[in-house]
């Protein structure tokens, strides 16, 4: 095989191996890392702003409306917003397709832990 086929080929392999490597890292980078702070998804209602936060020991209740949930890289998204059973809705909210979140009114609860988050949302 001659020299200048080999070298084609090597430049080529190298070539492939460094495009493999950035599709490999890129949804990491695009993502803003390992390391960054964790996304969350926030909801628009009623003229507020809600913020997810991942919490248990919560009832939803009634239907109250209709929010616009928008990010962690999901287009802006009518969704249902119901009360939740003790809170009232100035405070928190629920989504009736997402059972494991609660939506609290941004700069409401921020710094309690979740096992607090119930407790802190009745004040």
Do not use: W
């Not at 991942?54 to 239907?63: K, R, T």
């Not at 909210?93 to 096992?115: H, K, M, N, P």
């Amino acid at each position: 095989m001659p020299l200048r086929s080999r070298r084609i080929r090597v430049i080529i392999g190298l070539a492939t191996a460094v495009v493999i490597g950035a599709v490999l890292v890129a949804p990491v980078v695009l993502s803003g890392g390992s390391s960054g702070k964790p996304c969350a998804a926030s909801l628009l209602f009623e003229g507020q702003t809600y913020v997810a936060r991942e919490a248990s020991g919560f009832v939803q209740a009634i239907a109250i409306g209709i929010g616009v949930a928008h990010g962690c890289g999901v287009p802006a998204t009518n969704v249902d917003v119901r009360s939740l059973a003790g809170v009232p809705s100035s405070r928190a909210i629920g989504v009736s397709t997402d059972q494991s979140s609660v939506y609290v009114r941004a700069g409401l609860c921020a710094r309690t832990t979740a096992a607090a988050l119930l407790r802190c949302l009745r004040r």
